[in-house]
């Protein structure tokens, strides 16, 4: 997904009924969200197409059942299966201080903010519940992952691309 201009926030995950809804697992950290929109973008093969909401329910408070307008059958839901669901950056939510979207901590060098060592760069990251944990990938193509807490992660500077840290003792 192009994370420049687009936020994913969920992926369709199977029809729902009969009448094209889909069931949608939520990539975000707000899934109520969902009841907000009037219009979403679907990555279609690198595309990104809009699409108006006609309806949604949360299923369990959690899951979103989602109606798209031409979205009339089950075999149609069933062709959007595995696209992700994406919202302009600009309509994204607005994250408290301290907290980050995934795809932008993506791509980030890693450094040891006391010896200026780089360490590598973040592959990925791990929601654990307690606390996220990057996943940084080495020079040497292996993985070193880092716990994203203040004890460790001392500064991200999103315009030089990097994130210094301070690791704790026996980390490496």
């Known amino acids: 997904m192009n994370e420049k201009y687009y936020i994913t926030i969920g992926r369709i995950i199977s029809a729902w009924g009969v009448k094209g809804q889909v069931k949608v ?19 279609l093969k690198g595309e990104f197409v809009c699409c108006k909401i006609e309806s949604i329910t949360l299923l369990k408070g959690y899951f979103p059942i989602v109606k798209f307008n031409g979205v009339d059958s089950k075999d149609k839901a069933d ?15 607005k994250l408290p201080e301290g907290r980050y979207f995934i795809c932008d ?8 903010e006391t010896s200026g060592t780089y360490i590598g760069t973040v592959k990925d990251v791990l929601q654990t519940g307690a606390n ?13 992952l880092i716990p994203a807490i203040r004890q460790v992660v001392k500064k991200i500077d999103f315009e030089n691309g990097i994130i210094a840290i301070e690791p704790l003792e026996g980390m490496f």
Not at 105 to 112: E, K, P, Q, S, Y
């Open 25 to 43: 697992e939520p990539l975000t950290d707000f899934p109520e969200r969902f009841k907000k929109l009037e219009n979403v973008f679907i990555n």
């Open 79 to 93: 062709d959007l299966r595995g696209c992700y669901i994406a919202v302009r950056r600009e309509d994204a939510v």
């Open 105 to 112: 901590i993506v791509g980030l060098r890693v450094f040891d």
């Open 132 to 144: 996220d944990v990057y996943i940084i990938e080495t020079d040497a193509k292996s993985e070193i």
